[in-house]
Nanobody
Framework: QVQLVESGGGLVQAGGSLRLSCAASGRTFSSYAMGWFRQAPGKEREFVVVMSRNGYNTYYADSVKGRFTISRDNAKNTVYLQMNSLKPEDTAVYYC???????????????????WGQGTQVTVSS
């Protein structure tokens, strides 16, 4: 069982930055690929980025590539999402999720992820 708790959301002007954190409970954090997803009002939850178990591999959605950076600290059981050059269309509830994938695989489907945080709101004003 893994519990995930996000933090760091808030209100920021367009062009600004935010850093989200996701703290995981348990001693098997390094067994999970970690992903970030987001859900805007009236829209489906969408993939943002995933990082492999060892932290060496990442995959970003085109919409955030070059602006967002994922990182993880397995010693602290925490994954981060640095968001720069934020746009109003980035406004959403952001969720971290854990996927007990094999090896260093990375998946982007929400159905692949076993555990989810409660979400943190990010609002970007124009």
């Amino acid at each position: 069982q893994v519990q995930l708790v996000e933090s760091g959301g808030g209100l920021v002007q367009a062009g600004g930055s935010l850093r989200l954190s996701c703290a995981a409970s348990g001693r098997t954090f390094s067994s999970y690929a970690m992903g970030w997803f987001r859900q805007a009002p009236g829209k489906e939850r969408e993939f943002v980025v995933v990082m492999s178990r060892n932290g060496y591999n990442t995959y970003y959605a085109d919409s955030v590539k070059g602006r967002f950076t994922i990182s993880r600290d397995n010693a602290k059981n925490t994954v981060y999402l640095q968001m720069n050059s934020l746009k109003p269309e980035d406004t959403a509830v952001y969720y971290c999720a854990a996927d007990r994938t094999t090896g260093q695989g990375m998946r982007i489907m929400t159905s692949s992820y076993e555990y989810w945080g409660q979400g943190t709101q990010v609002t970007v004003s124009s």
